[in-house]
Structures are given as C-alpha cells and as structure tokens.
C-alpha cells in the first residue's frame, strides 16, 4: 500500500488533515457544515467542473507551512488545493461573505423568481444560497434577461431564463454521452445553453442534466407541474436495469410513483454506487418506470432535517438527518446569533416538537399533546 | 529623436518583402541565436534585456521563459498573441503590417530559445489582410532556408502556422487564446495549470505579445545588456504607443521610455498637441482596460513630479492616483468629451466581450452598463454612482481572468476622479442631454504645451 501524503490545512479554526492534492471546498466538506462553501457550479463527479459561479471564494490566509503569505485574492475554493499549513477562512472572513453576497445578487439580478411555478422549487441550490447569503431586495431595477423555452428532446425542457451557466450540464453531455449535441452559444450575458439548431437530445444518459442542473432551467416534462417537491416522499429504490445500476430515488404521492431521480447526497450530487462509481441512472429508469411495481422499495430517503422537504417525510425514527451544527465550533464558542427567537413568537414552532418524528402531517394536536 | 529599434526601417520601400529586408540587415539575429549561441544563452540575454510583456501585463519576458516545463519527450510551443482588440490598441498591426519579416525574425529566435517546432501566430479575424501578408513572409523565409527543417544547418526545425480568431476580445486573454487556437470556445482557463506547464494540447507553452517576440530581434544583435541601457529603471529598450483621441496627430510611435507624458502629447515629434486650441481634459494612457486619469494627475504624479511615458511613472500613485502602462493605447480626451458617456462606451464594450463564465463579469458588467445608460440619458439617480462602486468593487478580484477586472477599472477610476460630472449628469438632466460638463477643477492647474 502506498503512503498517501496527508496535509493539515485550518478552515474556519477547524484543523483536520486530508490527502494531499485535495480541494479546499473537500477539505472544508470534510468537516461539514456551515464550514463548506456553497458551491453552484463545481460537481465532484464532473471532471473540469468549478470556477465559474465563483460563490465557493474564500480567503487564504496563510499560503502553507513552507510559504506563509496569504494569497492576495479570494480564490475559487473548489479549484483551488491545499497546502501543507495552509489556513482558510470561509464563514469568519468579512471579504468572504462580502463578496459571496456580491456574487449572490449577481446571479439573482437576471433570475425570474418565478419559484412559485417552478418545479424546482425546494429542491433548488439557488433558492438555498439566496437564503443564506442573499438580501430580502433587489437593486437592479431593469428589465431582466429572457430567453425562449425549449424542448430538449421528448422529455426535457431547457428554461433558459432561470440557468445560472454553470457548465454542468454541458460536462454531463461530453461525459456520458457519445455525440455531445448541446453547449454554450454565444457570450457575456447572452450567452445561453443550447443544441445546435434546436436537434433533441436522445441519448441513455442524457437525462442525468436534470439533476445536475443547481436551478429549474432543466426540467423533466414527465414531471412538469404535476407536483411540488416538498409533497412528495422520497423513497429509496432499485431495479434490475441492464443499462444502469438502476440504483433511484422514487418521488412518491401516496402509492403513486412522480417522478424518479438518482440519489443525492448531502451536497446535492448524485451518490456513488457500492461499487464506487457514480450512480448515473439511465433515461428509462428516470422517465418510464412509474409504477411502484416497477421497482423494489428499500426504504424512506434520508433527508437533511433542514430541508424542506423534511416536512413531507414522515420518517419517524429513520430517515433524517441530524445536520451537524458547526457555527458555533468555528465561533470560538459563540452561538449564531439570532434576530429574532422563533420560538417565542411562534404558536407551533416548540424545539422539543421534532416535526420529522411527527406520524403524519404536523397537525395542532401535536403541538397541544406536547404543551401538556 | 528617440531611439528606434523596432520601426526604423518601417518605411524603407519594399520593406515588407524578403529580399529588401535581408538587405537592410534582416535575419542576422537568426544567424546569430543558430549559429553562435545556444538556447539558454537567447534566454539569458533576453532577462538581462529587461524587456517586459508588451501586451499589457507587463510580466518580464525572460522571466516567463525560464518558467517553461521541460518534460521529456513533450512537444513544447510558443504562441504569438497578435489579437490585439484592446480599444485604443492598434500597434501591433502596424508592425505586422509594415514589417512582417521583423515578427516572423523574432519567432525563430525565440522559438530556438524555447524548443518550439511548431509555432503559432493567434491574430484577430478582422486582421483578415495581415493574414495575407503575414503568410506570404513566412513563405519567403522557407524559401531562404529561415523555417523548415534544419534552419542554416543548425539541426533545429521550425515552422510557424497563423490562425485567425473569430472576433472575440477575450481570446486575447491567454488561456483563452489557447482554448481558440485548439478548436473550442474561447473561454478563459482557470489557473492553474499555468501554460508554462499545460498550456496548448497540455503541452508546455509560452504565449508572447507580437512586440515583446519583434524586441528579441534588437536584444539579439546589440546585446541584453546594451539594450538594457536604454530606458530608465525597470522600463528597458523602447515601447509602440498607438496614440489616439483628441491629438493633432494620432498614429503609432516608438518611444524611448525616457519622455515625459507631456512632451508625448505636446511636442510635434509625437502626439503634436491638441487640436483647435483645446484643453486636456483626461487621458487613458495604456488602453482602454487601465483607469483613467485627469489632466493634472496625468502630467504630474501626486508628488508633483512630472510623470514619465514609463511602467513605473504611469502607475506612481496606485490606483488611487496613477494609471498604468498597459498595451500602450494612448487615448487623449479633450475638454469637450464626456466622461460619462466615455465611460459607458467602455462599459458596453465589456459587456458585449465577456465570455460570460464567471457570475460577477457575465451579469455585472451589463449592470453597469445599464445604470451608466441611465445616467447618461438623465434618468440617473445620485445612488446610482454609489452603486455603480459597489458592483465594480464586487467584480473585481473575484473573476477568473482579468476582464473583470478591466470592466472595473474604468467604471472606478471614472467615479474617482470625475465624480463631480456623474452628480452633474443626475443633477441636471436636461442639461446634460445639451451640452457638455467640459473642464472641472480637476484639470488645474493646465499646463503651458511645451515645444
Ligand atoms: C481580456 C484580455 C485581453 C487581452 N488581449 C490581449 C491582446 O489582444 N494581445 C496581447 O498581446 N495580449 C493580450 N492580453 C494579455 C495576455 O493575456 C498575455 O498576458 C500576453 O499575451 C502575454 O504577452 P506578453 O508577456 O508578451 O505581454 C489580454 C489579456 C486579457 C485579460
Ligand atoms: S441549464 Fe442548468 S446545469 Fe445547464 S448550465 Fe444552466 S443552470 Fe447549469
Ligand atoms: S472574468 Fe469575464 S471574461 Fe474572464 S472568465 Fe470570467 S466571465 Fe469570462
Ligand atoms: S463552486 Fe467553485 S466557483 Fe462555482
């Protein structure tokens, strides 16, 4: 067995060594938490992925044991890699979360906000990272760019208007599929993801874009409008697929099979399989298989209690997680702090109520059963 | 008279073809670098050179040179970065234009000092003519035995390709350039992997701007350390300015790094003064990317020393009161230019030419370009300027290549000095639709021209 070189890098105050040649955002992701820099464009899966959103940027401030100074611009965290020494500040560097709100208002000022009718909506990277970082108004005051939607082929649609080019639907197509038909025209803010001429995109794998994608510019047709995400209950599944491992998450209502996704992890990418790849899952898998027949259920998903799909995920006992909470570890102590305590204005909002454990919908009941 | 190197013989008839060229004292540097000298001899006379980029960095060359990856049995490149779309930056055509063989002279060389068997000319697509000559050069130096296979018996192959862009600015930015030249979209790499290690097809590659790869032909014959005397401090040899705007006589010139910015502007040897009696009102001194400054900031530093035509002058004072080089286009503003307006030409310029990878430059330099149209046209509003700072201090650092940075530059530079005619343009918006802000205290105290 080879020796793998591990450095010690400090993120946030928090030491941990990895192996040499890692990320600082995989170092940072190591340790979880608020400690990882959100990351819109980079995906672990995709090779050459990262770079572009720019809002994983964190401060260097100590270069590494060898080379101390700090490096003189904020670098992108998922293409930047450690140093032996080095020390990063993320969520404890004003420049950092000055320029992350930068970056946020920029990918929001030619958004259309259009969550309401956007199935993406909860489930969207977006959406999170404007409620961390973002602010409750805009300051741009002009028409907002729009763009023509499209048809991708029988079951995908492209809304240009809400992509935020990001690059990992393009890297998707070159890397899964055989002949790459869609990329990026044009430049600077017009610039838009497209096929050449309009061709559709038929390919086993091509449906993969779907989750790739951070924001609802890719949307899958079988499951337009049909439902919201967060009504929806996760449910892990498999098959017998001969194209692909056939490892999914079904989207369920009732009995009734949604849509079907691969498996995320707790950043949002797709899971690897046991066997170490990654869990890819094939276009007949994703949009033909709907009926819970089709496949055998293994279980409820585990879903970050924090998300709000939680609120539909009557897990009971198994299922969700408990998040680490990181904030006040890097705070020296400090807790977050608060505008305002919820629960003290709030009639259902009770810490000791845990919703996931709930049997079912949260109904008053549950609340007064536990004021006893 | 200042020292030519480079355009002395720009203008001797039929210049431009061998024969006459290798007349008047052509390709003996390559004789020279083949023939006496090996490829670590060229590098060394060109850092003792000094010789700095010309393309607008200002990296010094021979340092560049000696960072290049020397893998084993790995093809290694030169690049010469001829895409010149800077607004304000036309030098390099004229000396691709006028006289070609002096480029295709200081490709050999450096090619030899690189290893390059394969060298490669990127030039900007609407250079479509200088293609033409540029490939006719290159023909009539295979002929004469200066490309191909074992130049002048030296064992050491060369063949230079030109390709043409396809109208992008950005492709001017390194990496993207490299992208371009291997067949993809032009968008800038991140670094690293820097081009001295994986740079074109992930072989070791040095990308060099058209003047910088011409200055090795004079480095070569007179010396590194001759060459070096010329000059002043860190800013050796001579530089092309492309001289522009409100000047008598806007053209190309070659200066020795010694003349102070008032006698480029006023002396009739160069720039000759500006027309119809005039005043200075600013000036861009190295194209459109470097912040712009107010006449009395140009012709003085902060310190009240008169400012040199020279790296270290021109950015005395930061950014806060100096400038910078650049690629050298001289832009010069009379009293009768906006600087408002002036600002949002720049503005739209980089919108129009980012590549739109990286969220700040992709949506913050249209942003800016849409609050400069508003205040331009009085429907702007005092916290427009505010927030005009705010998204340029929010794009710059944070991009991928330095086109954010150039879209920020020139916004903030604007705001710093010349605020007063951004609150005018909020304050009076009928009047500013009429008539001009003209001078402002900024400009004083004007200068008596000299010469
Ligand atoms: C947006 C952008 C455009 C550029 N355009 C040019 C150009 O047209 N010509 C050029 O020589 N350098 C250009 N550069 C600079 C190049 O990236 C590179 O620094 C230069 O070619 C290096 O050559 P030098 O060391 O000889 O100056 C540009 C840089 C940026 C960021
Ligand atoms: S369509 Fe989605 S995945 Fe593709 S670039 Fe846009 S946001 Fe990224
Ligand atoms: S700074 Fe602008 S031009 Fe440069 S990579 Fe980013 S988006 Fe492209
Ligand atoms: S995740 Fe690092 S720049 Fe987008």
Known sequence: MSEQQLFKVTIDNITIEVPAGTTILNAARKIGGDVAPPAMCYYSKLEGSGGKCRTCLVEVSKGSEKDPRPMPKLVASCRTTIMDGMEVKNITSEKVLDARAGVVEFLLINHPLDCPICDQAGECHLQDLSYEHGSESTRYEFQRRTFKKHDLGPHIQLHMTRCILCYRCVFTADQLTQKREHGVLDRGDHAEIATFIEKSLDNDFIGNVIDVCPVGALTDKTFRFKNRVWFLKPMDAHRDCPTCSGRVTLWNRGDEVYRVTARKDEWGEIEDTPEGKPGWICNTCRFEKKKTSDWIIEGPRNINRHSVIAQGHYAGKIGTNKPTETFAAVNDGRKPHLLMDIHSVSQVNKPEVKLSLIDGPAHSDAFKKNND | ?451
């Not at chain 2, 000047?247 to 006023?266: H, L, Q, R």
């Open chain 2, 1 to 451: 008279m200042s020292k030519k190197l480079l355009l002395e013989k720009a203008h001797v008839a039929g210049i431009r073809y061998f024969d006459v060229y290798r007349k008047e004292g052509g390709y003996r540097s390559v004789e020279k670098a083949l023939k006496e000298m090996n490829p670590e001899a060229i590098v060394e006379e060109v850092k003792k050179s000094g010789l700095r980029g010309r393309g607008g960095a200002g990296f010094p060359a021979g340092m560049k040179w000696s960072f290049i990856a020397k893998p084993e049995g790995v093809p290694r490149h030169l690049v010469c970065n001829a895409d010149e779309s800077e607004p304000g930056t036309f030098k390099d055509r004229y000396l691709m234009e006028f006289i070609p063989h002096l480029l295709i002279e200081g490709l050999i060389v450096s090619s030899f000092a690189l290893g390059s068997n394969d060298t490669y000319i990127y030039i900007r697509g609407e250079y479509a003519w200088i293609v033409d000559i540029l490939e006719e050069a290159i023909a009539e130096a295979h002929k004469n035995g200066f490309l191909g296979k074992n130049i002048l018996g030296s064992g050491f192959d060369c063949n230079i390709h030109v390709q043409r862009g396809a109208g992008a600015y950005i492709c001017g930015e390194e990496t993207a350039l490299i992208e371009s030249l291997e067949g993809k979209r032009g968008n800038p790499r991140i670094k690293p992997p820097f081009p001295a290690v994986k740079g074109v097809w992930d072989r070791p590659t040095v990308v060099n701007n058209v003047e910088t790869l011409a200055a090795v032909v004079p480095i070569i014959n007179m010396g590194g350390d001759e060459y070096a005397k010329i000059g002043v401090g860190r800013s050796t040899g001579t530089k092309l300015i492309s001289a522009c705007g409100n000047i008598n006589k806007p053209g190309v010139y070659e200066i020795d790094m010694t003349i102070s910015v008032e006698e480029f502007i006023y002396s009739d040897e160069y720039c000759g003064g500006i027309p119809n009696g005039k005043r200075l009102k600013a000036c861009i001194p190295g194209g459109s990317s470097v912040p712009i400054l107010p006449a009395n900031l140009l012709l003085k530093t902060a310190k009240g020393e008169t400012r040199y035509m020279n790296y270290e002058s021109l950015s005395d004072g930061g950014f806060a009161t100096g400038s910078m080089m650049g690629s050298g286009g001289f832009i010069v503003l009379d009293e009768d230019q906006c600087v408002v307006r002036h600002t949002l030409t720049l503005a739209r310029f980089y919108r129009h030419e980012s590549c739109g990878q990286c969220s700040p430059c992709r949506e913050g330099t249209g942003w800016m370009e849409k609050i400069l149209k508003n205040i331009e046209t009085g429907k702007g509003k005092m916290s427009d300027i505010d927030l005009l700072w705010d998204i340029q201090r929010k794009i710059e650092g944070n991009t991928i290549c330095p086109l954010g940075d150039a879209a920020a530059w020139p916004v903030a530079a604007a705001i710093r000095h010349f605020r007063d005619e951004f609150e005018w343009h909020v304050n009076n918006p009928d009047e500013a639709q009429k008539r001009n802000y003209g001078l402002a205290h900024y400009a004083d105290p004007i200068h008596v021209p000299v010469a």
